[in-house]
């Protein structure tokens, strides 16, 4: 069927959907592009997230220690206070 065989009206149809499917093509890539940027930006921001959690690991981690070893030095501060005050006693002196 050539485009002389069509009514007017079926010649104006197709030209409408032609132009209709060259609409959503264009939109289509439009779309396709954006979501390429989305990919890259979203990779982007794994990345730092993950750079994060691991600073966010070895702080806890780090934290965790110098409160271990705070409460080694309260214990040993403790205890030291505890000999002291013991030798003191045996030795009479006056605390005052």
């Not at 409408?16 to 990919?39: P, Q, V």
Request: proline share 2%; no cysteine; hydrophobic share 40%.
């Amino acid at each position: 069927m050539t485009p002389e065989d069509l009514s007017p009206s079926e010649r104006l149809f197709i030209a409408a959907e032609e132009r209709t499917r060259g609409e959503l093509r264009k939109s289509i890539a439009s779309l396709s592009e954006r979501l390429d940027n989305f990919a890259s930006a979203l990779f982007s921001l794994d990345a730092r997230m993950a750079a994060m959690t691991q600073s966010m690991d070895r702080l806890i981690a780090a934290h965790s220690k110098t409160a271990e070893t705070q409460a080694a030095q309260q214990r040993d501060l403790h205890q030291l206070a505890a000999r002291v005050t013991r030798i003191e006693n045996k030795l009479g002196l006056d605390q005052q």
